[in-house]
């Protein structure tokens, strides 16, 4: 007989608090899928034009210069700074962030450049670079002092081909706003959020719900070859290093 066919199975306390954890826990997965399924239907509505355009803060940029407009390659740098193009948004036309230094607030410019590629970015096919375009860049090696390793990156040559302006940033298109669409996206954030149920929904995904902490890269003066090296290892083992 099958243990299925039994009339009555006794659980024990363990299994029942065990069993209506793994229900609370399907029903979170769940709400976590409809809730991507409402940020998904937000970002597809459609964009409808505004009234009377208005200023949100201001937009900084690179664009071409006056005398590289009028030339003949106007065409073809113009196509390129679409692809290497940095924008940023600011309240401030300043573009100043502030800082906390020795209990005091100070404002701080940050310093903004054309984008650099990576190698896989640089050949492949999201951008889409080609031959005349990849003369145009240089292979720049840089320290990265976050992952103590050397990073190797291209950045454009003739960075005096484009000067960095601040203009107003005009809103001319809102998105279309559903109602209903926003009282079940903030009814089931509310409940996730006031619930504390984040870290036990990124533990469910398989994220750890810590601050992200980067891995131990050593100095490359302090990098032991005989690290983690098993002690059955044999004398001709450590004698390669």
């Known amino acids: 007989m099958d243990i299925h066919d039994w009339p009555y199975i006794k659980k024990s306390a363990r299994r029942k608090k065990r069993l209506v ?14 809730q991507d399924d409402l940020w998904e239907r937000r970002r597809k509505l459609p964009m409808v034009p505004v009234e009377k355009p208005y200023q949100r803060g201001w937009m ?33 036309k300043s573009f100043k962030r502030r800082k906390i230094r020795k209990r005091r607030y100070l404002y701080k410019e940050k310093k903004q450049v054309l984008r650099e590629f990576d190698h896989v970015e640089f050949h492949g096919k999201k951008f889409n670079f080609s031959d005349a375009e990849k003369e145009c860049f240089y292979l720049k090696e840089i320290w990265n002092d976050r992952y103590w390793r050397w990073e190797t990156t291209y950045a454009l040559i003739d960075t005096w081909r484009f000067v960095l302006t601040i203009k107003p940033r005009m809103i001319y298109k809102v998105r279309q706003i559903d109602e209903l669409l926003e009282q079940e996206l903030s009814e089931i954030e ?26 131990s890269f050593e100095k490359p003066q302090y990098i032991n070859p005989l690290k983690n090296q098993p002690r059955y290892a044999t004398k001709e083992a450590y004698l390669d290093y």
Not at 198 to 213: M, S
């Open 21 to 34: 954890k793994k229900d609370f826990d399907r029903r979170l997965i769940r709400l976590d899928k409809l």
């Open 190 to 215: 509310n409940y996730i959020k006031y619930n504390h149920l984040h870290p036990r929904l990124a533990r469910i995904k398989g994220k750890g719900y810590r601050y992200w902490k980067v891995d």
């Open 60 to 92: 900084r940029l690179f664009l071409l210069r006056d005398d590289i407009k009028r030339s003949d390659g106007a065409v073809f740098y113009e196509t390129l700074l679409n692809k290497i193009n940095t924008v940023w948004y600011h309240p401030d």
